[in-house]
């Protein structure tokens, strides 16, 4: 297999054109549970279903350290392998669970109509009183305020609090995630904005209404996903799914055929901005500053330092000189590096890590994730199987990077570099 050493830069590789997809509409990309949820930066199921059906067989394990919402997982069960998923971010993980938990149909549309029946009542006949009941139950940071009007808020909150008696938990946490969905819909965060912008004359959306639509638009979609994997009865043999820190995976040494992920970026905190809405509901957000250091790489949290085991990594780290996007950067690496170590500890001999990552630029330096990674690899014990170059998918984050701050930012202009041209997946083998 040819190891693409020669290249001095892995974008000299050929793009090939057939990982891109470009084929694939909304449709297809958000088939059975994909759909449940906008979720930032994930990379499309065809994508992990390519991957996944190439480098394993059925039964395997198939590991996400960064799981996200969950495709990997999804994809593993629906190729009839074992899905094991992780993620620092609450919200990823619930998200996860509910994609990959089949669901009773009839008993989820009955609980459905109960839910919209008991809540229309509650809303329009006894809102005051109501309102008082779970405001005693439902405790919110102050931070909500900023986002969402009175009286839009008072709506909210009932609504959740209804979800919250849901006996089932895994209907009582689809519901959650419908709910995580319309938050921003009816927010005045500016609809079109990745960014924690404000927009004050933004059009009002009815909380009900928009969580029935959500509902209904998504209910039809866990029928297609209950036939495929009908065969898994026992779903905890199928799937894992666990908050928790990528460099501690919930599966044996020696176990896993094959990891497929999509790591976050450099300022990977960046990603909680967009979490936060359901994560200040659902109680998992207090401080957005405290939020952030969960993060890779967040230049606020504490870590030892390690080698890199990267020359690529310190020479990156070295021109950025001493400051906190430094330090951010070299974090990064870092944890990445540790996350790299953990995989190999659950990979077999001749197991494949499909790293998917680009390369961006940050305060005018070349951030080449993609070239670290596989040297940080190979001084871990794994060899260079493949690397694919490929165009990327539209993800939902912006595709320019300031330079002067290395901050994501929406428009395009002569002072900023386009940060996901194309991307990699670094196919590294354990020897």
Request: proline share 3%; hydrophobic share 40%; glycine share 0%.
């Given at each position: 297999m040819k190891t693409h050493n020669n290249f001095k830069n892995l974008a000299e590789i050929p793009i090939k054109y057939e990982w891109s997809f470009a084929?694939?509409?909304?449709?297809?990309?958000?088939?059975?549970?994909?759909?449940?949820?906008t979720y930032p930066a994930k990379f499309i199921p065809q994508l992990a279903a390519k991957i996944i059906s190439e480098y394993s067989k059925e039964n395997d394990i198939v590991i996400d350290p960064f799981m996200g919402s969950g495709t990997t997982v999804v994809e593993a069960m629906v190729n009839n392998r074992i899905g094991i998923g992780t993620?620092?971010?609450?919200?990823?993980?619930?998200?996860?669970?509910v994609k990959s938990t089949p669901i009773n149909c009839e008993l989820l549309e009955s609980e459905y109509s109960n839910l919209i029946s008991g809540l229309q009542y509650?809303?329009?006949?006894?809102?005051?009183?109501?309102?008082?009941?779970?405001?005693?139950?439902?405790?919110?940071?102050?931070?909500?305020?900023?986002?969402?009007?009175?009286?839009?808020?008072?709506?909210?909150?009932?609504i959740l609090h209804n979800i919250l008696k849901v006996k089932n938990t895994d209907i009582k946490d689809f519901f959650l995630i419908?709910?995580?969905?319309?938050?921003?819909?009816?927010?005045?965060?500016l609809q079109k904005s990745?960014?924690?912008?404000?927009?004050?004359?933004?059009?009002?959306?009815?909380?009900?209404?928009?969580?029935?639509?959500?509902?209904?638009?998504?209910?039809?979609?866990?029928?297609?996903?209950?036939?495929?994997?009908?065969?898994?009865?026992?779903?905890?043999?199928?799937?894992?799914?666990?908050?928790?820190?990528a460099r501690d995976l919930p599966c044996g040494a020696r176990k896993a055929t094959l990891i497929v992920t999509s790591p976050p970026y450099v300022t990977s905190y960046e990603y909680a901005d967009l979490h936060q809405l359901p994560s200040l509901w659902f109680g998992f957000l207090e401080e957005l500053a405290v939020f952030r250091k969960k993060f890779i790489g967040s230049s606020s949290r504490e870590r030892n330092k390690i080698k890199l085991k990267s020359k690529i990594a310190e020479n990156i780290v070295a021109e950025l000189g001493s400051n906190k996007k430094s330090r951010e950067v070299e974090n990064y690496f870092a944890d990445m590096l540790e996350s790299f170590i953990e995989m190999k500890r659950v990979l077999k001999k001749g197991g494949k890590a499909a790293i998917v990552i680009g390369n961006t630029k940050l305060k005018g330096v070349e951030i080449l994730n993609a070239e670290v990674f596989k040297e940080q690899f190979e001084n871990i014990g794994f060899k260079t199987h493949d690397i694919i170059h490929r165009e990327i998918p539209s993800k939902m984050l912006p595709s320019t990077r300031d330079s002067k701050n290395g901050k994501f930012t929406k428009t395009t202009n002569d002072k900023k570099s386009l940060v996901y041209p194309t991307e990699y997946i670094l196919i590294m083998e354990k020897k």
């Open positions: 084929d694939k509409t909304i449709k297809h990309t958000a088939y059975i549970t994909h759909g449940v949820y993620d620092i971010n609450e919200i990823a993980v619930l998200l996860a669970k509650k809303l329009n006949t006894c809102f005051t009183k109501e309102l008082a009941i779970a405001k005693k139950h439902i405790n919110l940071p102050d931070r909500v305020d900023y986002w969402f009007k009175p009286h839009i808020k008072d709506k909210l909150i009932i419908i709910f995580a969905q319309i938050l921003k819909s009816c927010s005045i965060w990745v960014k924690p912008t404000r927009d004050l004359t933004k059009k009002e959306i009815d909380p009900l209404a928009k969580f029935e639509w959500q509902a209904k638009k998504v209910l039809k979609k866990f029928n297609d996903f209950n036939s495929i994997i009908s065969h898994q009865t026992n779903i905890e043999k199928y799937r894992t799914v666990q908050n928790s820190d």
